[in-house]
């Protein structure tokens, strides 16, 4: 099974910060990585996939990229609205299998 | 818009059966390209895919549940549904239903499922 990796768990930041999230796979994937953001009592909203294509509606401050077992998502210009939890998932294992990252934690400082 | 809704019991006793339905609204389930499938999230925790169904039929499990669970999809109601044999307390999550291909793009809202005598 493949296995994702994210880090940091958690990090804290400013408004106006610029931070980046790192997800590695256990195996090469290509590019069938997705980020999803997640607040408190809400469903996961899916940001970006295939590593690096913004979902319709999501802010340019949000930015993926990377190949194979390495990737980042990178928030340019931190708002308030941004602090949640971000997920990273892989769709390489497509249909038999989907996985996510364990989660980091994005909070305020 | 696609919406999707999970409904089901909140309180499920343990060695019995968790089982919830999601309802479907603005698409059909059948024949359209798309899988229908299951994700859980314990308190506090990161997200499990459970499984998924295809084409009103074709199933997918995730290997560490696969011996206690069924999918199974309704075309005539526009709803899939979920059934989690002997259950223990550490199946107690909020449970999502979701539309995806490789990627989850729409999500129900999420129903929490406690498992407790």
């Known amino acids: 099974d493949i296995q994702l990796t994210q880090s940091p768990s958690s990090v804290s930041a400013s408004v106006g910060d610029r931070v980046t999230i790192t997800c590695r796979a256990s195996q090469d994937i290509s590019r069938w990585l997705a980020w999803y953001q997640q607040k408190p009592g809400k469903a996961p909203n899916l940001l970006i996939f295939?590593?690096?294509t913004l979902q319709s509606g999501v802010p340019s401050r949000f930015s993926g990229s990377g190949s194979g077992t390495d990737f980042t998502l990178t928030i340019t210009g931190l708002q308030p609205e941004d602090f949640a939890t971000y997920y990273c998932?892989?769709?390489?294992?497509?249909?038999?299998?989907?996985?996510f990252g364990q989660g980091t934690k994005l909070e305020i400082k | 818009q696609l919406q999707l809704q999970e409904s089901g019991p909140g309180l499920v006793k343990p060695s019995e059966t968790l089982s919830l339905t999601c309802t479907v609204s603005g698409g059909s389930i059948s024949r359209s390209n798309y899988y229908w499938g299951w994700i859980r999230q314990p308190p506090g925790k990161g997200l499990e895919w459970i499984g998924s169904v295809f084409d009103s039929g074709t199933t997918y499990y995730n290997p560490s549940l696969k011996s206690r669970v069924t999918i199974s999809a309704d075309t005539s109601k526009n709803q899939f549904s979920l059934k989690l044999n002997s259950v223990i307390a550490t199946d107690t999550a909020i449970y999502y239903c979701a539309r995806h291909v490789r990627i989850l793009a729409y999500w129900g809202q999420g129903t929490l499922v406690t498992v407790s005598s």
């Open positions: 295939a590593a690096s």
């Open positions: 998932q892989q769709g390489n294992s497509f249909p038999f299998m989907y996985t």
